[in-house]
Structure formats: structure tokens, C-alpha cells
């Protein structure tokens, strides 16, 4: 998994080598779109293509911000990417910014899969380690892990041997973060792959919510549950059962919305109507399933909500001991694809951030002040505009099994054909 | 409102001379993202950006088709751009694919706005008639207008008389497209202001769908109607009361989402719920309000709910006689500024198509096979998984004055401030 990739400097987020990957689903190797296109273009070009791809609609560049010079040195001390910027709001007359300070890691798994499994999770702990550091020194505020960070994405070889990743709630891994968030005052987000003992040893796929003070807030179950093509999660965890939780945190109202849940307006609407301001969508996902969608769905999100949103994908090809096949007719084979990180932030004024690296591990920070949130709803208005009642008796009848479409047919449609 | 434009070439997408339009919203003059990269990029990173921007996954360019000399020779002699390409589908074993033609027309008005109000309306449909022409003799199968496409789009001024532009639905704007309806055999949706004679003279903004024989097979009437800022749509007429149809057409299952309906992800759903296969979005939008949502929200419907998208935005600046505030503290001005184009197709496959010009009349092609929306719903399972009883529930209660959100708060939060 390892790369020999050197690190973007966090002032300028330049990329000073770009690592060829061979077979990660692009057609050329190269670290980012955002690089790609900062490397390629002459900078009035690339102004106006950001200007709409990254919604700097005031032909703007977002602002970066200064980190400690600590922060930088474990980033290249440990061979991950430490990239931030900056959401701009208008200043109010009644109300304070709220500015956080919000991180998301992405990294790939630090041993071969055919390693002990404690000793896989020990050495992502390790791996994770300087990385959680850099967030705590950088002053990070809310930080989230990426889905089931604890183990390799195994689902995809319906093995049932790679449940014993399965931890409690209070298990070893949320004990390996409670010292960080006490540590750094930070709230961290820790998506899991959970075992619910009380319950008979079911499954979830679950992302534990701790507070700035170490304790635990709570916890949120992943909705929906993927079966694409034939990969079926269902195979290892069922639809989760805790709602749509918002957790009221000392740094503002978030929620998590795992993985699969993003393709799910719905799903997004609903952390919404419970009021959340910040959005993690904590991801696994490979380049040749969903790799268009991605800098699309999240950010629709947020414009739709008025709502912050930070995605995270993991990077990297996860090599598994025995070859599978994948229900698409190709030989088996030993990988799920390349998962292609390319984690950033979305605001609900349409703005982003460019993403991380579509290759190596790497920290993304950015401020953003959370009163943005109100000042979009009291612009464009789309709560008061969005006619609920309609779309809550719609789903009511859409529920029933004798449910009519409302269709309006041509009548002369079967007298002449085309 | 005339540019002095070239046209493109619709075997190849070049353009052979942008437009350099001033203020536009943009921060240098060009025609279109895609001809901005297509131009200033090498061809195999040009290749690797429109996997990721168009979703052309397997690396491969959409398809374009060839189009009759016929449409060709309107599109240059009428200084109309005619772009064309194809959305590709698996064959099915057992069903014949359904391959539908289908055009987008993006116009700037053909007067000034100080012209007699019929000369305006009279001058549009002389602009139009060549473009629809083309539209036909390519074999367009369902064509669609843009947002009001009779008149400019005044509604900035807040000034009442502009409301004379409004029609009954078998008015003169319908009469004069069914004409083309039946001479090309193809369905016309036609978005303009109606006048409800029946219910005391009401306004509504309204796409008339006219079949392929000529006949109105019903209209839609724009459910979401915007309170941006100080724009306010509602001083002309008010959310629609006609649901959410799906017109089954000799060419598919067609719907209308007019203009600020794609912020509304329920809107969207709602259509797709109602059986849709291809859902128009015709809108009238300026850049500094939400050109960077424009490439988002559409793709994100068609992803979401397994349909095709067809986004029409007008294009120019509209000045209008008497200069006007908008509720932002500058000064009085005559025009709501740049609307621009940029008119494209999305796929449910998460692809898309480049986009008209930012400057231009366009007139845009797209081959789909219908089929497409049912292989992406069997591969991604999107309905399945969407767990509609949650949702339908959660609006009931959200729909409450009393609906409390649900909350999870840190017991600690008060207890050691950050």
C-alpha cells in the first residue's frame, strides 16, 4: 500500500510530485482534477474553471490558512498530504461567527491483508497515529475517520471470517480515540464496523459520534445499504435502526451519513430537517463504480440542505487472500478496485474545496463558519419553498402496494405510431 | 441581443471562434467549459477530466451522431449552434432498445424590451422557426423550449404589465408549435406564462406538452416558485397545482420540472416516483446567482433517480426600459444580468453531455436509449434501498407545528466550554 509519494505544502496546495499509479481507473496517472488542471492550465483559465467547478462564483480563490509548523513536519515526516483552506460567510450584526475548524483523514490500510488481524488494526492505529496528531496540533476542531477505518474494506469477498473487526461501541478503537479527543479538546467521528452484543452479536456498520471531553455522544447506523451489482452488504450488516441523529456538539450540530446513504436525497433531507449544519459522509467507494458521481452528490447535498458537507473515500487497491469472482461474467480476481480518496468539502453556497489525492493518505482542514448555514436559508429559501405536505402524502400513497403513478397518456397515443 | 458568433460543428464539437462576451459573469471570454479544456488541454488529460466531468467512466468519448446537411445549413445560416451526441445502453435480451432523439433549444429574446409586445412575441417565433426546422429535419423525436420562452424573462421588474405576455393554454404559442408537432411527428413541451381564463384570469408559469399529432396532451404547472433574495416569482403567480405528471408520450414517459424546481431534490423524486424517463428542466438563471449549481443539481437528479435530464438555460442580458433595485443596497440597474446557456443532457448513469455555449442560440441532440433507466435501477438498486416509510414518516411529523427534531446533544456540553 505504501507510495513514494512526497507531500502538497499546505500554503499553497501545490503537489511537488504527482505518483503514476498504474490500473486506479484513470486514464493517465496524475494526483487530482484540481492538480491536473492547476498544472495545465494558464492561471486565468484556471480561475474561471474554478469559478465554476469550485463555485468561486466571486472569481475568488478560497483562502488558505497558516497551520503550525508541527503539523507540517508530521505531514512530511509521515508521508501524508495536509492540505486546508477557508469557507468565507458575511459578517452579522446579532450573532458571532461560529468558525470550526473541521478535519477528515484518508488513508489506506498499513499491512497486507494476509497479516494477523490485530496486527492489521494495530498498525492502521500506528499509521492513523501522527496523522490525528497533525489535526490536534493544526487545532482541528471536529475530525472525521473514514467508513470501517479499523479494517480493509472486506465486503466485497463475502467472507464472514473479516466479521471479527467487528468491535463494541466502547471497543478498542473508540478507547484508541476518546485519548485523542481529550487530548486535542476534538470531537471525533469514528465509523466502525460494530458489534451490538446486547442484541445477539448482530452487525452494523456504525459510526460512533465522541465529544471534545472523551466521552461518548453517541452513535448513528448506516441507512442504506448497498447491493450493486452483487456486491450486498447486506451480507454482513442490515439497514440501520438509529434514525437520523444530529449530535449537538460543543462545536456545532452534525450528523454522518455513511457511504451508500449519499446517493439518497432523502437520507440527506432528513439529517437537514434535524437541523444539522455539518454532513459527514464518510465513504469506500472505487473509481470505475462511482467516480462521476462523486463530486456531485455531496455537493448537491449541500446546496439542497444549507448544510456543510465533508466526504472521505480511502485510498488504494486492497489485495485480498482468496480471488472472488463479482457476479459481472470476468474471471475472479483478488480486488474490489481502487478506491480513489479524493476527500474535500462542500458548503451550501455551492462552494468546495479541492480534493485530496486520488492516491496517498492525507489530512483535509477548513474553517468554515457555521452561521453560513442560516444566511443560504434566509437567501434562497428553499425550506419555505419546499411544499412538504406534497412530497409527505406522495410517499404515503407510494407506500401502498396498489399505488398509481399519476400519468397523464397521450390518447391518440396507440392510433398512429411513429 | 445578436452575437456575432460562429457556429459549431456538430461532427466535432469544436468551436471554431468563442464568443468574447463582457460582462458575463465570467472571469475571461469564452464559450463553454468543455471548449475551454477541449482547447487548452493535451488530449489525454482532456480525456482523463471528462471521465471524471462528463462521467465518460470507460474512457471513451460520448459517441456524436451525424445529422442531416438539412440541419446543418439552418444552423449556419441562422447563426445557431447544433451540437449532437449519444448516450450509450446495453442491449437486453429481451427487450428492443428504445432509442429516442431528443432536442433542447436555448435562445436570447429577438427584440428589445422596448418593442410593441407583439412584435417581440412574433420576432421569438421567427427566431425559433429555424432552430425547430433543424430540430425536425434531424429527427428529433421530443423537443423542449426554454423557461417562458415567449418573452423575456421580466419578472426582476416587479412591473405588472409584463403579465399581458401571458397565453391560455391553447393560446397562440401553442397553436403556432403544434403546426411543427404534427409536421415533424414530434412531441413539443412548451414553457410560457398562462392565463387561466377559467379561474378568474390566474397567472401560472406553465409547460404545455403537445404530442406528436399536434394535440395538447396536458400541461404541468411549476411547483416551486422562487423567493431568491428579493426575486420573487410570486408576484406573478403562485405554486402549481397539477402534482406531478408524467405525460406518456409515443416517445417515452416524459416530465417538466420548471426552473427552481431542481433545487428541490423531492420535486425530483416525485417525477421519478410518477414513472419518468426523461425530466426537462427549462429555467432562465444568471451566473452570479448559480452558475456553479448548474452542472450539479441536474446530474444529481438524473444519478438519484435513474432518469434522463434534459437542463435548458435562455441566454444574454436582458435590459429592460426602466431600471430597477434589487434588494441588495447597490444601485438601480436595468437587467437581472448574464443568463448563461450552458443547456446539457444528463444521463442516469451519472454521464453527461458538454454543454451550449454560455453566449449563443443552440439547438442540442441526444440518442438515448430509454432502456438505460431500468439497466441503472437493476444495477444500483436505488428504489430498493430508499426505505420510503422512513421518510414518508419523518415529513409527516416534520409537517407538525410542534415536530421536534431529533437531537442527540452532549450531556458534557455545558460543563467545559471549548
Keep these: 500500500m ?4 512526497q507531500n502538497t505544502d499546505a500554503q499553497n496546495g501545490q503537489v511537488q510530485e504527482a505518483t503514476k499509479a498504474s490500473s486506479d481507473g484513470s486514464v493517465c ?15 486565468h483559465l484556471f480561475q474561471e474553471v474554478n469559478r465554476i467547478l ?22 512530511s515526516g509521515h508521508n ?14 446579532l450573532r458571532e461567527p461560529r468558525i470550526v475548524r473541521v478535519g477528515l483523514i484518508q488513508n489506506s490500510i498499513a499491512l497486507p491483508t494476509t497479516a494477523h488481524f490485530l496486527d492489521q488494526k494495530r498498525a492502521i492505529f500506528e499509521k492513523l497515529r501522527p496523522i490525528i496528531d497533525a489535526a490536534g496540533a493544526a487545532g482541528v476542531n471536529v475530525l472525521c475517520l473514514q467508513e470501517a477505518w479499523t479494517m480493509p474494506f472486506a465486503f466485497c469477498t463475502r467472507e464472514k471470517r473479516w466479521c471479527e473487526f ?3 461501541v466502547d471497543g478498542e478503537s473508540t478507547r484508541f480515540l476518546q485519548d ?17 452484543v446486547n442484541h445477539g452479536e448482530t452487525l452494523w456498520n456504525t459510526a460512533v459520534v465522541i465529544g471534545n471531553n472523551g466521552n461518548i455522544i453517541g452513535k448513528h447506523r448506516k441507512n442504506h445499504i448497498p447491493r450493486v451489482g452483487d456486491f450486498n452488504e447486506s451480507t454482513y450488516y442490515m439497514e440501520g435502526n438509529t434514525g437520523h441523529p444530529v449530535f449537538e456538539t460543543a462545536y456545532g450540530k452534525i450528523a454522518v451519513n455513511i457511504c451508500y446513504g449519499r446517493h439518497h436525497p432523502l437520507n440527506w433531507l432528513a439529517f437537514g430537517l434535524n437541523g444539522a449544519e ?12 462511482s467516480e462521476p458521481m462523486w463530486p456531485i452528490e455531496a455537493r448537491n447535498a449541500a446546496i439542497a440542505n444549507s448544510y456543510f458537507v465533508g466526504s472521505i473515500n480511502r485510498v488504494g487497491t486492497e489485495v485480498f487472500p482468496n480471488p472472488f469472482t463479482s457476479g459481472d461474467g470476468k474471471p475472479e480476481h483478488a480486488d474490489f478496485g481502487h478506491f480513489y480518496g479524493s476527500s474535500h468539502f462542500s458548503a451550501p453556497d455551492a462552494s468546495c474545496t479541492p480534493s485530496l489525492s486520488r492516491h496517498r493518505d492525507g489530512l483535509l482542514i477548513s474553517d468554515m463558519d457555521l452561521n453560513l448555514c442560516r444566511q443560504i436559508k434566509d437567501k434562497w429559501g428553499f425550506r419555505m419553498t419546499a411544499r412538504y405536505e406534497l412530497y409527505a402524502d406522495l410517499l404515503a400513497q407510494y ?5 398509481e403513478p399519476q400519468v397523464i397518456s397521450d390518447p391518440l397515443l396507440h392510433k398512429k405510431s411513429p
Tied chains: 1, 2.
Excluded: W
Design 278 to 289: 455539518i454532513v459527514f459522509n464518510p465513504s469506500a467507494t472505487v473509481g470505475e463504480l
Design 80 to 93: 501524508f498530504d495536509l492540505q486546508a483552506s477557508c469557507f468565507l460567510a458575511d459578517k452579522e450584526l
Design 166 to 168: 467487528a468491535e463494541p
Design 54 to 75: 469550485l463555485g468561486l462564483n466571486r472569481g475568488k480563490a478560497l483562502e488558505t490558512i497558516s497551520l503550525p509548523e508541527s503539523a507540517k513536519a508530521l505531514s
Design 399 to 403: 407506500l401502498k402496494p396498489d399505488f
Design 29 to 43: 496517472g496524475y494526483d487530482s482534477l484540481h492538480q491536473l488542471l492547476s498544472e495545465n492550465l494558464k492561471p
Design 180 to 196: 485523542f479527543a481529550r487530548m486535542y479538546n476534538m470531537v471525533i467521528i469514528s465509523p466502525i464496523l460494530e458489534r451490538d
Design 2 to 5: 505504501e507510495k513514494p509519494a
